[in-house]
């Protein structure tokens, strides 16, 4: 379709797909193909959801073989090759052609409550902060810089979405870049629109251009039985994204461990992240407080307390930059008139996972003792959880109390 006639498609889709107070639109359209599923869009937007269980070795899949695609102009058509502007076209164009034959947009799925507002309806065994986390997606635009100019996607890695939405991100990847592409969501809704989604790629997708291996689970992000799937192997560097705007993963307490410990989700994304091979980065909306420290603001701390310096005491570097102005870039912002540039905190893993404590009170900070940068806690005396490390001594550095959006 040229530019004008998709214009006049949106148009009239934004026309006739007009929701009423209660979220309802006139059609009802199948999204999901299997029985225990969801039939139509009404179900996907207004059914109760269920979130995954925390060993579920049964969660919902969606494999898919496609392929590489780079696109529209994004920063300039000067520093965009015009290779990857005509992947990207085809990328949208594969967007709009499923909206239109489903007929609504995705930013009308989107706006149903059990899409939008699934996180108020959580289950009791999952976090109690839930309800606080808005739902929110990075745009196309937004995307392809990110997977660009920050993760640095190659068709040798592996990209993970954590908490993937409706899936554009996952598929985004493995068209643009080729590579396989995953992602794992706990809110069953959009999850189930993932799928549908990823296999209107594998058979409808316009160009001609290959597509990375596209997996979308559906469960727990710090269950036991996504780890590998989420941290990869040795032989493979996996690029990672979570969006966890305004902290709202440090905000969400885990309510249900029956341990002596809280711990909020981002200490199980660090704990992801420090498992992860060399070489892989995982890029952030907000900074992640709960990693130890870079090499440089670790040997900082212990020069200033006169301890040894130790050779590798971190397993990270980190970088920080931005993807663009906020209505341009986030959904969450589109037509707000909110200049404000979406910061983006790149971390990436370096030499083996190991810290050095620098508290000058503890004896392994004084002995300059490494110790490894995740462990396991075990949950309800029958399942196992990865989060990231911390000393014996429970220090933590100012400059990791005091990190946020000036870090």
Known sequence: ??????????GKEKQSLSVNRWGRRPEIVDLVDDDDEPKDVIDLVESDDETGDDNDS???????????????????????????????????????????EKGLTLEDIEKGRSIRNANCRMKPSDSRQQADAPYGRLKTDGVDILLRKHLEVSPDDIFLDIGHGIGTIVLQAAFMVGCESRGIEVVQSRNAIGLELSRHFATSRKGNYNMGKVELRHGQMEAENHWDFQTGDSRQVVKAFCNNFNGRLSKRVKNTLKTDEVMELEQFIAG?????PPGSKLATLYPLSSLPGTFDEI????????????????FYEKARGTIGKAQEIVSWSEGTGNTQDIEVYVYTRV????????????????QGTLLPAYREIEVWGRCKRLVINTCNCKYTPRFLRRRGKSS
Do not use: W, Y
């Not at 006639?5 to 949106?10: A, D, L, P, Q, W």
């Open 351 to 366: 030499k083996e996972p190991k810290f050095v404590c620098c508290n000058k009170e503890c004896d392994l900070a004084q």
């Open 272 to 276: 992801l992240f420090a498992k992860m």
């Open 299 to 314: 040997s900082a701390v212990r020069r200033k307390h006169n301890l040894p310096e130790v050779e590798n005491s971190s």
């Open 1 to 10: 379709r040229n530019r004008e006639e998709r214009k006049v498609f949106k």
């Open 58 to 100: 049964n969660d919902d899949t969606e494999c898919s073989d496609g392929g590489e695609s780079d696109g529209e102009d994004v920063a300039s058509e000067n520093e965009v090759p015009l290779e990857h502007r005509e992947r990207f076209l085809s990328f949208k164009e594969t967007i709009e052609a499923f909206e239109e």
